[in-house]
């Protein structure tokens, strides 16, 4: 039973880390369009909290949807400060490093959810994955130091600047880590299906408060983006990735999900012309 748990998280987290390795094309194709990066995050909650009441009425959940007022606070705080904070540092890191560079600075946040669980949720740090973190940091080192010191500026190419691009890139690593640390507690207790509902919903909310509703006024070919980025690029890989999480926890989730950066580089490579 063990084994098969450990098979079902491992291919669940998988499939998400697969799905959400095309977000930072999408993200940059959206950019490259005209979106800001306010507009975008929003506008892509749009899309996604539909499919995810949808899903909950089809399914005959809606029963499950009712949670204590002390769960509702917890979800509402990690959803916003932690994941709120992640989604709009990686548009920003997008915008000034590319969608590939910036994956790669952004998935530093495997080492650090593996050292954020062992504090926080007491899961051991093991021979194996003390051979990923030096890896992980050894890499970051490779990809930061040509960057550093890269003295191109926005006015020699439109919205690259590596230095901010970094800063904002490692921003997102550690907000992202600390709300995955966050959801392994979270789902012990609680459904990831309702978990992944609720915080599409305070996200969506939070960001609109702070915002306002966005410009709806687009072409279709950008609209066909919007709508990819909510769907594909959010509700089917955050639900599976939330079902990982509490199948495998939070740090063997991360270290999987360190698969990404090399599906985003081949694919900016292929779609993008990035190098």
């Not at 998400?16 to 975008?40: N, W, Y």
């Amino acid at each position: 039973m063990k084994s098969n748990r450990l098979t079902g998280g491992v291919l669940l987290v998988l499939a998400s880390t697969l799905f959400f390795a095309f977000k930072p094309i999408l993200v940059r194709i959206g950019l490259d369009m005209g979106l800001e990066p306010m507009q975008f995050v929003t506008l892509r909650l749009i899309v996604a909290l539909p499919l995810f009441l949808v899903t909950v009425v089809a399914l005959g959940r809606v029963g499950e949807m009712k949670i204590g007022a002390g769960e509702f606070r917890h979800i509402g705080l990690v959803s916003v400060t932690g994941m709120g904070g992640a989604m709009l540092f990686s548009f920003y890191a997008i915008r000034h490093l590319g969608a590939s560079l910036s994956t790669l600075v952004i998935f530093i946040f495997p080492a650090i959810t593996t050292i954020m669980s062992y504090f926080v949720n007491g899961r051991a740090i093991t021979g194996a994955k003390v051979l990923s973190l030096a890896t992980s940091f050894a890499g970051l080192f490779l990809v930061i130091l040509p960057m550093a010191g890269s003295s191109v500026s926005v006015t020699e190419i439109a919205g690259y600047m590596p230095s901010l691009g970094i800063f904002y890139a490692l921003l997102c690593a550690f907000a992202w880590s600390g709300t995955q640390v966050a959801f392994e507690r979270l789902t012990q207790r609680q459904s990831p299906f309702v978990i992944s509902v609720y915080t599409t919903g305070f996200l969506l909310a939070f960001f609109l408060i702070i915002n306002g509703v966005p410009s709806m006024d687009l072409e279709r070919k950008t609209w066909v983006v919007v709508l990819l980025l909510g769907s594909v690029g959010w509700y089917v890989p955050f639900i599976l990735a939330i079902y990982g999480i509490k199948m495998i926890g939070a740090s063997n989730t991360s270290i999987i999900q360190s698969l990404g950066p090399a599906v985003t580089v081949l694919i900016a490579w292929l779609l993008l012309g990035e190098t």
